[in-house]
Structure formats: C-alpha cells, structure tokens
T-cell receptor, first 115, second 112 residues
Framework: NAGVTQTPKFRVLKTGQSMTLLCAQD?????MYWYRQDPGMGLRLIHY???????AKGEVPDGYNVSRLKKQNFLLGLESAAPSQTSVYFC??????????????FGPGTRLTVL | KQEVTQIPAALSVPEGENLVLNCSFT??????LQWFRQDPGKGLTSLLL?????REQTSGRLNASLDKSSGRSTLYIAASQPGDSATYLC???????????FGKGTRLSVIA
C-alpha cells in the first residue's frame, strides 16, 4: 500500500494564479482532511470530508475550495493564490470511527510558495 | 474551543537519557489522543493512539499516558538516541465529526 500520497511535492505560484493539490489514499478510508502547517502556528485544519461527495469547513477555510468526487481522492484548490497561503500543506485520512480508532495517516506534504 | 499546549517547545538532551514530553488540553471530553513524530521537511508519522477509555499505550521505548480528568498526556521516551531527534506533536479528537486539534509540538534534539 502506498498509504497517503500528495501531488505535487513543491510548487511556486505568483499572486493571483490558481492551482489544485491532489491527495490520494489507498486504504479505503472514509475521512480525509487538508491541513496547513506554518511556523509557530502548528497544524490547522482547512477542510475535511466524511465521505465521498461530502465536504466541510475546518478552522481556516477562506481562500480554499475542496472536492471529494471519488472516495480515494481529495482535492484542494486555490482559486487566486495570495502570499499568505505560502505554507506546507498536509493531507490525511482516517477510517470510520469508532471501531477503527480514528487514527489519522498523513501524506508527505506539499510545500507551496506564493510570490 | 479545544486548545492543546505542549511544553517545552524545545528540548535538548544527551544520548541515553530518559525524557518526558508534556501535552495538556482544555476540554476533557475527548475521544482519543494521538502522538505524532515529524522529521524536518517530512510528513507526520503516528506513534501512539490512546482511546479515551485507556490510561496508557506502549510501543518499544515509547510510553504514552492519558489523564482525561486533568487534561494531560505525557510521552515517555526511554534511553533516548540521536535518531529520536524530531518534533513530537500531540493531537486530541472530540466525539462525532470534530477534527483533530494539534499542539504546536516539542522539538527534541538528542546529542550523541
């Protein structure tokens, strides 16, 4: 199993450009999450999904959109990138609670710089 | 709103020492608590998961304890090694669809 994979690993954007980050998991997990990690701020949840076709806002959703068209994929979109969105983005997935313990598994991250 | 605090923010110890990392949370109504390790430039690796009904979990040289009533968890690392150098993150989960809430981590350096 590959676990949780993220594409791309690195990206540099100019202000106003758009892009999509792709997350894929092969563990048949229902729940998927997008986080951003900034120095001194810790990990903050952007959006999450509790199943195919569902999405919900996390702590810092503004400026981002997400889609979960297939169970194994969770896409994070930036429509008009801003320098404040420079960060490392992590995707995670977890099985359905409660019997599976809801342990979260993380991808390797995408380092995004917005100039 | 759940808040998770990890103290200290950074810790440097000589190889071979036993050490304790602390995590505290403000809302004791948690579903579980998870400890992660993060190496520089890498993603998070789950170390231990403690359900709310459990008091501790062990994996090799790692032991995590949970005291829900006092809102505290500790991660004990025995006989530390330079390879243990990393940032250790604590995260708590409430019931239902509530997401994980993370602490800011403790950056550990084990000096050979």
């Amino acid at each position: 199993n590959a676990g949780v994979t993220q594409t791309p690993k690195f990206r540099v954007l100019k202000t106003g450009q758009s892009m999509t980050l792709l997350c894929a998991q092969d563990m048949n997990h229902e729940y998927m999450y997008w986080y951003r990690q900034d120095p001194g701020m810790g990990l903050r949840l952007i959006h999450y999904s509790v199943g195919e076709g569902t999405t919900a806002k996390g702590e810092v959703p503004d400026g981002y959109n997400v889609s979960r068209l297939k169970k194994q994929n969770f896409l994070l979109g930036l429509e008009s990138a801003a320098p404040s969105q420079t960060s490392v983005y992590f995707c995670a997935s977890s099985p359905v609670e409660p019997w599976a313990g809801n342990e979260q598994f993380f991808g390797p991250g995408t380092r995004l710089t917005v100039l | 709103k759940q808040e998770v605090t990890q103290i200290p923010a950074a810790l440097s110890v000589p190889e071979g020492e036993n050490l304790v990392l602390n995590c505290s949370f403000t809302d004791s109504a948690i579903y579980n608590l998870q400890w992660f390790r993060q190496d520089p430039g890498k993603g998070l690796t789950s170390l231990l998961l403690i359900q709310s009904s459990q008091r501790e979990q062990t994996s090799g040289r790692l032991n995590a304890s949970l005291d829900k009533s006092s809102g505290r968890s500790t991660l004990y690392i025995a006989a530390s090694q330079p390879g243990d150098s990393a940032t250790y993150l604590c995260a708590v989960k409430g019931s239902g669809n509530t997401p994980l809430v993370f602490g800011k981590g403790t950056r550990l350096s084990v000096i050979a």
